[in-house]
């Protein structure tokens, strides 16, 4: 998956493990030395908004790892801010 910068999408009602399972595939990555980074969306747009020196080193380790899971997509606030930083990313 990582040769063809393949992800996968969890989706659906709150509560069915989404978050889980993402946690799980995650933590058994970790296990065998592989990069991971889990953060949720709103924790990174929160960060984003003022681009700073934090801003700057999240972008640089979300670009380093080899897994990036990100929860509670779709959560954010809809704007044009949101969305640049989303499709910029």
Do not use: H, W
């Amino acid at each position: 998956m990582k040769e063809e910068n393949i992800g996968i999408l969890f989706y659906g009602d709150v509560s069915r493990g989404k978050t889980f399972y993402a946690s799980f595939i995650a933590n058994e990555l970790f296990k065998k030395d592989i990069s991971v980074c889990i953060t949720s969306f709103p924790k990174m747009i929160d960060k984003l908004m003022n681009f700073t020196e934090e801003s700057k080193l999240l972008i640089e380790k979300v670009k380093s790892q080899s897994l990036l899971a990100i929860d509670d997509f779709g959560v954010e606030r809809e704007t044009e801010y949101v969305l640049e930083k989303c499709f910029k990313l």
